[in-house]
């Protein structure tokens, strides 16, 4: 054989060889592993604000808070990847209280923060109070009408949009949701419940402003989480409520029951899902 039929061989040999390489590579040989995708970020989690932060009226209270197991940080909480660091709400807090006795909890390792707050500056809870079951009493028109002042003033917007840039300051890698609430008559137009269900929209209206007041301000990275739509068909008075309904008992009454914080839940954990990284 010339050398030339040789070399010719020899490449016929080689080709011959690569080409059953590359058809044994289903049955057994396999390519050098490429790098999995990173996973998800477990967000490291503080839970701000008042009794709604707190879970309230879910459960045997655990603390002078009355915080109970069932709240909406705890629904978070066992959820993968989402890891609750403190839940630092507590029953009755204002935007002031959060500010001065919550916000230490949160710091340059938090990734996720949630506050629900702003009923306490309305106090709605005494509103009530003042005007269950006589609406006429002077106490409960001096309740609503210092409601309706405070409303009007825009002070709650103010505070909060202050409290989200802070809250930034000391956590800039944070997600922050801030959560709204239910209206606990179900949109109820006449008389007495309308008039709170009237109220609960318009601080829903400021707290979803002062988010977005937050955003363009500062650059704060906060979401408005509606819950009105969820609790549709869901207040105090419906036939299913996920609101306490028993005006005699002030810890549970208008306030989420295991449902209802379940309800919550859902909804803050799928806007964080649209928001994390």
Known sequence: ???LSTRKARNGIVAAAAAVAL????IGIALPAQAAPPETAVAKYVALGDSIAAGQGAGIPLDACLRTGAGYA???DAIPRINL?????CSGASIADVAAGQLGQVNRGTTLVTITAGAGDLDIGGVYAACFPDPAVPACVAAVVAAQQTLESGVIGERLTALLIATHERSPRAQILVTGYPLPFGGA???FLGVIDQAVAALDAQIAGAVAAAAGLGGVPAGYVDVTAAFAG???VSADPWLGSNPADPVTFLHPNAAGYAAYTG???DAYLAVAP
Not at 23 to 26: G, V
Not at 85 to 89: K, M
């Open 189 to 191: 137009t006449q008389g």
């Open 85 to 89: 660091l403190r839940n630092a709400g």
């Open 23 to 26: 058809l044994a590579i289903p």
């Open 74 to 76: 705890n629904g978070l």
């Open 234 to 236: 869901h207040s105090a």
């Open 267 to 269: 909804i803050v954990h």
């Open 1 to 3: 054989m010339s050398a």
